[in-house]
């Protein structure tokens, strides 16, 4: 894939390829976490939403991964009893919530396909925007002097409370740090959508 095709996509699935072995199970399961959350207002069910929760709270250390294995076994089942297998999108939130709970990360590009395989275009756009906030096309660089006080400040802030008003905001205290990287400050200023597990701020933050 190349950077074109990686900034044109709406598809996420070529994209996930892509990123194989490249990124973090960490990095893949907030993928999904923020899929999920995108569609938060058909989340209708208890154990979708509370699977949604517990995995966000396992990457945290605040769930044990017991706790995350009961939250998958709960939306899993919610799934199965829906009656609906790939026919179409009415079941997503009990698939996708099932997807972002799953115990073990190993695969999930393969799920994913299988699980969102029937996604409205619209919707697949969406998703193929969120993967290109949590990851970037190429690795991107820094210099530990960008990273002031008001920096890591600002992107904890906005990590904790899933809130990216501020990232035109983080663009010029980095670049008052001397930051120079086009990359950088072009994903603060012109990136349309932005999540927890945001490479820049996971970049600031020391997060993988």
């Not at 999904?32 to 945290?60: D, F």
């Amino acid at each position: 894939m190349t950077e074109t095709e990686w900034l044109a996509a709406t598809d996420p699935a070529p994209m996930l390829e892509f990123l194989k072995g490249k990124v973090s199970d960490r990095k893949l399961r907030l993928f999904v976490i923020a899929c999920c959350r995108r569609i938060n207002a058909r989340l209708y069910n208890q154990p979708s939403q509370t699977a949604i929760e517990i995995a966000e709270h396992y990457l945290e250390g605040k769930a044990t991964l017991d706790d995350l294995i009961a939250a998958h076994s709960a939306a899993d089942g919610f799934y199965g009893t829906t009656g609906i297998y790939g026919t179409d999108d009415s079941d997503l939130p009990a698939r996708a919530a099932a997807l972002a709970s799953v115990p073990n990360c190993f695969g999930i590009i393969a799920l994913y396909r299988r699980s969102f395989r029937f996604l409205r275009p619209a919707e697949q756009a969406s998703n193929a925007a969120i993967l290109r906030d949590i990851a970037p096309f190429r690795p991107i660089t820094h210099d530990p002097a960008w990273l002031t006080s008001t920096v890591t400040s600002l992107a904890r802030q906005m990590y904790d409370s899933r809130g990216f008003s501020a990232m035109p905001i983080l663009a010029d205290a980095l670049q008052d740090a001397g930051c120079d990287n086009e990359d950088i400050l072009n994903h603060c200023r012109t990136g349309s959508v932005h999540v927890r597990g945001c490479w820049l701020v996971d970049l600031v933050l020391g997060r993988l």
